[in-house]
């Protein structure tokens, strides 16, 4: 097999020297994936899924329109439960436990992770209550309490100093851009360990884009977050570890400078390589 070329760019983002980033440091698993099936009806969307998602890391999902990336992405905080026809057997566990048993309340789960969703949706409230949104449905009340967070959470989205003194604004009013932070100022609110984010910069312009990628590379310090993204490049910027996902199957799953360089499946390079998808 060929050896591919890693992307190159006009912009890389600088990965800081964290101790992290070692390769050498044991790695916490936070979700395990073990032989999940999901159908739609009679559709088989997902078949015999395996994969071990890691604390503090960025993973990526790629792979064609169609083929179960944004299905398995919704699996991990049962929003898929929303469709009426969805049945699911094998297992998925967060944090040891499984999550797919009805015991498991999907309250519980989404407290701990957020979802950052394709098209910047802010409520149509003011930038404030968007992002006190969360919190309030949790009990709290105290005003300090929630300007505190409101600050800490947009200061985490680094958005902050540009909007510090539109508080009272409709988020509607900001930029797409400034929109999909609020999105995750408003993930973060709710103090979650995991951010999904469904092609959470396919509605942005470039620069926004890049924003958006440095703020990624800043939360994962605090956060494991799973990407799906259409775009390689954008994977191969951003990601510690990518899966490719053919047909409702993971074809292959690795760090992601062995995706891009080394693949072991033919199929992964011919996607890569832009050969089909």
């Known amino acids: 097999m060929s050896t591919l070329t890693k992307p190159k760019f006009d912009e890389e983002l600088t990965i800081s020297n964290d101790p992290r980033n070692n390769k050498d440091t044991p790695k916490t698993t936070v979700y395990d994936t073990k032989d999940l099936n999901l159908w739609y009806g009679d559709t088989h969307a997902l078949k015999d899924i395996n994969l071990s998602i890691y604390e503090k890391e960025v993973t990526a999902i790629i792979g064609p329109s169609g083929c179960g990336k944004s299905t398995y992405l919704k699996t991990l905080n049962r929003m898929v439960e929303l469709v009426p026809s969805v049945r699911t057997s094998g297992m998925i566990t967060y944090k040891g436990k499984s999550i797919l048993d009805k015991s498991f309340k999907v309250e519980d789960l989404r407290t701990k992770v957020g979802m950052v969703f394709q098209k910047p949706n802010p409520f149509p409230k003011s930038i404030y209550d968007n992002i006190a949104y969360g919190p309030k449905i949790h009990g709290i009340r ?104 053919l047909n409702g199957e993971v074809i292959e799953f690795d760090e992601t400078d062995k995706i891009f360089t080394t693949p072991t499946d033919s199929r992964t390079e011919d996607y890569i390589s832009g050969r089909f998808g």
């Open 142 to 245: 105290n005003k300090k309490t929630l300007d505190e967070i409101v600050e800490k959470s947009l200061r985490g989205a680094s958005i902050w100093d540009e909007v510090k003194d539109r508080l009272k604004e409709n988020a509607y009013g900001l930029s797409g851009g400034q929109q999909q932070r609020i999105c995750i100022a408003r993930c973060l609110a709710i103090e979650p360990d995991v951010i999904l984010m469904d092609e959470p910069t396919s509605a942005l312009d470039p620069k926004s884009t890049l924003r958006v990628e440095e703020l990624i590379h800043e939360l994962k310090k605090e956060y494991s977050i799973i990407i799906v993204t259409h775009n390689m490049q954008q994977a191969a910027r951003i990601s510690d570890r990518t899966a490719f996902f």
